[in-house]
């Protein structure tokens, strides 16, 4: 594994500060920014000024580099190859909404019309905070809580993330669990949900699922597997009834695979995210093709990229969201994965070809869904419109009902969930990688222990664990929701994404982060990301967030169940949970500092100005006892 090594010497530290004063400093006299050596470290001031004495005197007249970890800190990892950052990066950004979200959204909001908004929010919303948050990690070198360093007023991001994140990693793995059962269910010679007489089934059950015979879908055997033997789903979310220990077993299952792939950090994660990013195209290709082979399936993709022009109007939020959603915007875990890149890496090109790769596999997932509908609505002699869905509704009752009318119904079935539990794998995985990172970077002089991250990870599975026991219950369907629905919804997304634009752009400053990325690609980038980050994107975000503020609905389930007041004030407590983070470590951090408000502002570790660089700098470091900020601190 190799390490990253930053500056430290003094020789180096000189050129990073008249470089910051004067980005035309060069190492050559040329007029690009100076190049970054291999393992991240600047070239040293000899190179640019020959012969120079003084400071530069020592080791580093000879272009050698100090390790900047210094004294009691553990050197920071890196991908072993790049290409192991970005297969964790699809595998993370790459997940289950990519293929029972986005196709519903494109064909319920007028088909190809939808792409206008939801492309337009790419370029001004989705890219350019997808860019900020790894060239953050990996120019701090550190998780989502320390790279808040670079303005440490506003610190509460990180903690606000580190909520998130931790929320989605407890309730996100239920679905996997689901897809699990689903998948151990698909090896048998009949489907499950495709007959009835099983102890689950009523007595309205019917086995087949032509309009005629089955106009009312809870008749139907599916909807009965999920309902009544999966879920057995009790009255209300006051009543919790009795855990289903097989789902309990295989929520184990999962836990016990996603905490093998985290253990060892990214020597172990970067190796699996090749198969569990890749696998799932496989999958989805051989069911394109097994797709529009069916009968229907060519109405089905029509519906799906149809062009209704009397909906553009009404696209833009679902299109906003979406986005938000599907780059996995505001979890801290991207920050995480950049954090162990190579100072150099081109994270800025990365940024526009995952974002490629994320857009451009929920529009193909389209066409393997809705061909697949197609072909359900045509058996059935229904409207695409009654048996298309989207979340759970689409994955464990629609798409099973329609696999179970094909031939050889149990190899599509068991490729399906396979890929559904592949696709979830590898997000929740990178989400624990994330979460964990961040914790780990806090108490680096703390963690000097031989199995410090299969420890953190070990404790950070089982308490996910017992929380998930409560989502195992038959009122489990219940908590799910309430997890779902708000503590790490749109409206928490949207307001850490408006946040992290504005102290990047306005209290760190966007010219000066312009200039920071320039040192580690070698290039500035084009103006537009500083533009984004300054008006574009916030003004998204927050308009976003006001519209679904304003129309906001209480919580029901299935449209039937109404949740109870104290279920809505749960609720709340876990959006808010987060939300707040960011005013109250504000305010926290005002209240404790001392002096005026212009010098909290400032803190004195920026302003050493009685001492030589070295001395400056590790002050910095000691107060912020972090390794990662190395680059933050050579820079003030």
Known sequence: MEKQVLPASSCSLVLLEETKKSPLLLSNGSSSYPPAAANGSLVPLTAAVGGSTGACSGPDKKGSVVTGAGPGYPERETWTRQMDFMMSCVGFAVGLGNVWRFPYLCYKNGGGVFLIPYLLIVFVGGIPIFFLEIALGQFMKAGSINVWNIAPLFKGLGYASMVIVFFCNTYYIMVLAWGFYYLIKSFSATLPWSTCGNEWNSENCIESFHHQNCNNANHCSPPYLCRNKVLNISSGLDEAGSISWELTLCLIAVWVLV??????????????????????????????????????????????????????????????????????????????????????????????????????????????????????????????????????????????????????????????????????????????EGFVTGILDLFPEKYHHRYKREIAVAICCSLCFIIDLSMVTQGGMYVFQLFDYYSASGMTLLWQAFWECIVVAWVYGADRFMDDVARMIGYRPFPWMKWCWSFITPCVCIGIFLFHLVNYKPLTYNNVYVYPWWGEVIGWCLALSSMLCIPVSLLYKLFRAKGTFKEVRTPSTWKVQNSTEEQRVKRCRLDNNNPGMENYCTLQ
Not at 300 to 312: F, N
Not at 336 to 350: E, I, P, T
Not at 352 to 372: E, H, K, Q, R, Y
Not at 382 to 392: K, L, M, N, R, T
């Open 259 to 432: 905490y093998f792939c985290v253990w060892k950090g990214v020597k172990s994660t970067g190796k699996i995210v090749y198969f569990t990013a890749t696998f799932p195209y496989v999958v989805l290709i051989i069911l394109l093709v097994r797709g529009v082979t069916l009968p229907g399936a060519y109405d089905g993709i029509m519906y799906y990229i149809k062009p209704d022009w009397s909906k553009l109007e009404e696209v833009w939020i679902d299109a906003g969201t979406q986005i938000f959603f599907s780059y996995a915007i505001g979890l801290g875990a991207l920050t995480a994965l950049g954090s162990y890149n190579r100072f150099n890496n081109d994270c800025y090109k990365d940024a526009f070809v995952l974002a490629l790769i994320n857009s451009g596999t929920s529009f193909f997932a389209g066409f393997v869904v809705f061909s697949i509908l197609g072909f359900m609505a045509a058996e059935q002699g229904v409207d695409i419109s009654q048996v298309a869905e989207s979340g759970p509704g689409l994955a464990f009752i629609a798409y099973p009902k329609a696999v179970s009318l094909m031939p050889v119904a149990p190899l599509w079935a068991a490729l399906f969930f396979f890929m559904l539990l592949l696709l979830g794998l590898d997000s929740q995985f990178v989400g624990v």
